[in-house]
């Protein structure tokens, strides 16, 4: 069966037998890469030709003997094969590309010459340009009369798509074009292709990396010759960086022996200009050096790179391919790499890099100063999660001197641990690897970072060494990429001061912490407002580079601050959007005092206390308790207590923010407002004195500021004030809250407002402040604030109990025997249509029953009924 593609160059051959049958001796080279169809050409030439009537020797012994090339062995042969050529045409056949037999060939050659006028036709296999055979060889085919050419080129696409439909039929999946492409036209690899694309399922990657194309085409490579393999190994080592100078310097060639080496490759169509054609290929060319081998040229060529001023980019990516160890300069030029990566917002890139670069210091400070930059890179992409796994990540790893103390880790544990808020532990972690000593000058303020505040001597020294305590570099050439020491000074910044700040940031690595420092500012300083739009303006920045863990850092601070504004739908809606994109069994303590502090402040408010439980029951972080990020989330849980009506446990969760709040080391501009939540809580069970206290202790700790008292201030003070002074002190909290706040808030303000002149029995401003309050309550859709404004506006009093003592179940609550079967179950979390399914009853009696239940109990939610009644009316069942 004659070839596909090669009709041509067999009727040349054909015509050339013609010639033999008519009584001459000719000579045939089948000249062509490896896979081309030389061999495949032969023996459908020698079928044909034996059809033909002619005496076809495939094997030249049975010509040559095992003679040794002398006189009387040429004179053998010839009297051989003349003796066969007087009975028929003779083709001899030899088939060595590879030249393992140049001595038989050369034979065969000087038979033929000396056979002048026989019928005997010799063709031999050469691989193109010479092939692996020596000068010799070819001096003796130039000598030789009637000697015909035939180069067996890779195929056309045309070609290609012949026999690409004739292996896999017209319509088969898999494009003729994208085989032609990846084989190079070589006849060989196509069938490869074919016979690979019959074996895998539909969803594997073809072709495959160690498949049956892979080892063909390195099987090509390897029978161009020694030479042409070793270019195909340079190229596959240099990649996209390829070129003549290139593989010749790595692979210690001449240009002339690259270049020689390449036109092989070219013929078997493994190559494309100097690059190796299918990148499968390469890789596995690369894969048959042994380990030892393979690291010496990725090494070569990384050196060159370096040498010829290859982009950081380009170096790195070549380097995390191989793994290659090159010099010194590689840290630094991986490091580069990172920083150009994270200017285009490529963090896994970045990352890879600077984990790559991590392996190659032997410095403690260096690799601590790549684990911070790593970190930061985290915080790209996870930022709820990155504190906690590169605590855990640090408590596994070995430093590069040893297990010795190392004030480098130390140095970065507290910095981990106080992202996740824990001070005391932080503080002790550096004290405990390196003594306090006096700072420069005697003293220190609040503008020092934290870290140089707890352990001033840390601003002197630092470690790398194999000998601790380490002792060497200064400090600071860590904190120039711990962007976070400047933030994490005591003294927080006024609200000019932030918003100056904001004004000169570019979001980034580098600024994301004192962003959202400053925005913090803002929203504790009274301008939760201007808070909100710069937290708008950041994310959306974030969200337009793609850069998802910053728009959810930076989402959840705007809905802290929409909150503060009293816009509960809208720190909702921002709180939701970041609590969607977590999916983190148990996130890091920030999330916890941002995102989850706020919807279960905005579940209070709007009265929807089942789902405000149902996010505090979610798991808490280890050591959360010892985090100042608990402090939010206890003002929260606090403030839901007191929606329950249970002030006892508000009170309980409000003290301890107090307790930690003296006890660590933070500034009380960043405390949150403990002291007016706790005075107004003891005014809900009869204590007025310690209301009283309690206001005067927050007068005082303000005092210093020169600000002027907030709302909240007004609002508590108006309580304990005479009903003659209230409505002055409630009218400056409202004029506070449009300053600072609004909405719910202020809505709340203003229904103190309209109840101090109602009274008072003014009720002109009662229902003006009602008014107002009424459309507030309803734009933010707060449930319970909307019920009591609503109460005041028909003319009712909204029920006020002064409780003495922790909630219980009222005696004089008489609930019948099916109410309390279903509160039972209702407590137990049953829902309606499994109580009606238990009890048999209709899920409409179960919702009457309900309702009944929390008329008597004088509560308004599941949520209450099982926080507070359920063992009593367990018992009463």
């Not at 380990?291 to 990384?302: F, G």
């Not at 890099?353 to 210091?361: I, M, N, P, W």
């Not at 720190?571 to 970041?578: F, G, N, P, S």
């Not at 002190?729 to 103190?752: K, N, P, Q, Y």
């Amino acid at each position: 069966m004659m070839p596909s593609g090669r009709a041509e160059e067999f009727q040349f051959m054909n015509a050339v037998f013609a010639r033999c049958e008519s009584g001459r001796t000719l000579t045939v080279i089948l000249e062509g890469g490896a896979g081309c169809g030389k061999t495949a050409l032969l023996d459908a030439f020698a079928h044909h030709a034996a059809e033909q009537g002619a005496t076809v020797l495939t094997d030249p012994r049975t010509v040559l003997g095992h003679g040794t090339g002398t006189v009387c062995d040429v004179q053998s042969s010839v009297d051989r094969l003349a003796d066969l050529a007087c009975e028929a045409p003779v083709v001899v056949c030899h088939d060595d590309p590879e030249g393992l037999d140049e001595h038989g060939a050369r034979l065969l050659l000087e038979a033929a010459r000396r056979l002048r006028g026989s019928r005997v036709m010799l063709v031999l296999t050469l691989l193109p340009f010479g092939g692996a055979f020596a000068p010799a060889l070819h001096r003796d085919l130039l000598r030789q009369p009637d000697t015909h050419r035939v180069r067996l080129r890779p195929l056309t696409p045309e070609q290609s798509r012949e026999q690409w439909n004739r292996l896999r039929g017209t319509g088969v999946e898999g494009s003729a074009d994208d085989a032609h492409a990846a084989s190079g036209g070589n006849p060989l690899l196509l069938r490869a292709l074919s016979e690979e694309l019959g074996m895998v399922l539909p969803t594997v990657p073809w072709p495959q990396p160690h498949g049956l194309f892979v080892q063909t085409a390195v099987d090509c490579a390897r029978d161009s010759g020694p030479l042409a393999l070793k270019v195909a190994t340079g190229m596959a080592a240099l990649g996209e960086h390829t070129d003549p100078e290139s593989v010749a310097a790595v692979l210690g060639l001449t240009p002339a022996e690259a270049a020689y080496g390449r036109n092989l490759l070219d013929a078997a169509g493994l190559v494309q200009d100097w690059r190796v054609r299918h990148p499968a290929v390469a890789a596995g060319l690369l894969q048959r050096l042994d380990p030892a081998a393979r690291t010496a040229l990725d090494t070569e060529v990384a050196e060159l790179l370096h040498r010829r001023g290859t982009g950081a980019a380009d170096l790195a990516r070549h380097l995390l391919r191989t793994r290659a160890g090159a010099g010194p300069w590689s840290t630094a030029t991986l490091e580069r790499a990172a920083a150009e990566a994270l200017d285009h917002d490529d963090a896994d890139f970045a990352d890879d890099c600077l984990g790559f670069a991590q392996q190659g210091v032997t410095d403690c400070w260096d690799h601590v100063r790549l684990e911070l930059k790593r970190y930061a890179v985290r915080m790209r992409t996870d930022p709820w999660t990155a504190a906690s796994a590169f605590l855990d990540r640090l408590r596994t790893a070995t430093c590069p001197h040893g297990d010795d103390p190392c004030q480098a880790r130390a140095v970065l544990h507290a910095r981990l641990l106080m992202d996740c808020g824990r001070l005391e532990e932080s503080t002790r972690v550096l004290t405990s690897a390196h003594p306090k000593a006096a700072p420069p000058d005697g003293a220190h303020d609040d503008t020092w970072p934290w870290i140089l505040r707890v352990a001033p001597g840390l601003s002197a020294t630092a470690s790398p060494g194999a000998v601790p305590p380490c002792a060497g570099a200064p400090v600071t050439n860590l904190l120039k990429f711990d962007f976070c020491a400047a933030a994490l000074s005591n003294r927080p910044m006024e609200p000019y001061e932030a918003d100056e700040h904001l004004r000169t940031l570019v979001l980034g690595d580098t600024t994301l912490g004192l962003i959202v420092l400053a925005l913090h500012c803002l929203t504790l300083g009274g301008c939760p407002d201007l808070a909100e739009a710069w937290a708008g303006h950041f994310a959306q920045e974030a969200a337009e580079r793609g850069v998802e863990g910053w728009r959810q850092t930076l989402t959840a601070v705007r809905a802290q601050a929409a909150l503060a504004r009293g816009r509960l739908t809208e720190a909702e809606a921002h709180a939701r959007d970041v609590l969607t994109a977590v999916h983190a069994a148990v996130p890091d303590p920030l999330f916890h005092s941002g995102v989850l502090a706020v919807l279960v402040e905005v579940c209070t408010a709007t009265g929807r206390f089942e789902e405000a439980a149902r996010l505090l029951e979610r798991p808490l972080p280890e050591d959360f308790a010892q985090s100042v990020c608990s402090l939010g989330y206890l003002m929260a849980r606090g403030r839901f207590f007191n929606g329950l009506g249970r002030p006892h446990l508000a009170l309980a969760d409000f003290l301890t923010v107090g307790r930690c709040a003296e006890r660590w080391p933070v500034s009380e501009g960043t405390v949150p407002t403990w002291r007016l939540d706790a005075a107004e809580t003891w005014l809900r069970i009869g204590g007025d004195r310690e209301c009283a206290d309690l206001l005067a202790a927050h007068e005082a700790a303000v005092h210093d500021s020169g600000a002027p008292p907030s709302g909240q201030w007004l609002r508590v003070r108006a309580r304990l004030a005479d009903r003659r002074e209230r409505p002055a002190l409630l009218a400056r909290a409202v004029d506070r809250f449009r300053e600072t706040s609004g909405g719910w808030i202020l809505a709340a303000a203003l229904a103190d407002l309209a109840e101090a002149h109602q009274d008072l029995g003014q009720h002109g401003p009662a229902e003006l402040a009602l008014r107002e309050a009424l459309h507030l309550a309803e734009e933010c859709r707060a449930g319970v604030l909307l019920e009591r404004v609503t109460a005041l506006t028909d003319g009712e009093r909204p029920h006020r109990r002064v409780l003495r003592g922790p909630r219980a179940l009222d005696p004089t609550a008489k609930l019948s025997e099916s109410e309390q079967r279903v509160a039972v179950l209702a407590a137990r979390g049953r829902t309606n249509r499994e109580i009606s399914e238990e009890l048999f009853i209709t899920v409409s009696t179960v919702e009457q029953h309900l309702t009944r239940v929390y008329r008597k109990l004088d509560i308004t939610s599941r949520q209450e009924l099982r926080l507070h009644v359920e063992s009593a009316l367990h018992e009463a069942a």
